[in-house]
């Protein structure tokens, strides 16, 4: 959070400090000669705040931040669950073992210099697919 917010000050004017974790800046929204902008971290969110009223999409948007730029890095967790992996990273092992084998048996049988018939070669494109999704649903930043 610190370095984000320490890049968001190093695009601001007249950027003072006004108490533990609490700065005052020059509004990049708007024409702003005194400081009138305050930008707080508290609960590791960073907080802006115009107190000629401009929004902070528009303040981020002057200095060519998004609110990207200001949220908190995304959690390990899967983007549609909203709280908790939709896997248990020992599921997720399982599936990727269980996938493993099936990309090994491909890898020896072209390496054996077998025909694959093009459902094995599927299956093989499905596993290694299904081995990004159980990691994914698991958490796992790849
Ligand atoms: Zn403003």
Redesign the pocket.
Known sequence: MREKVVNLLNRLQKVKSSGRDSWMAC????D?KNP??KIDIKNDKILIK?????GVE??LGAVGMDFSDILPDKPLYHRSSGTAPMLSSADALRIVKYEAAIIMMYGQDLKAGKTVSEDDRQRFVLAVERVGDAMEAAGVKL
């Open positions: 509004c990049p929204a708007h702003d009138s902008m115009c107190w000629s009223g401009c528009d303040i």
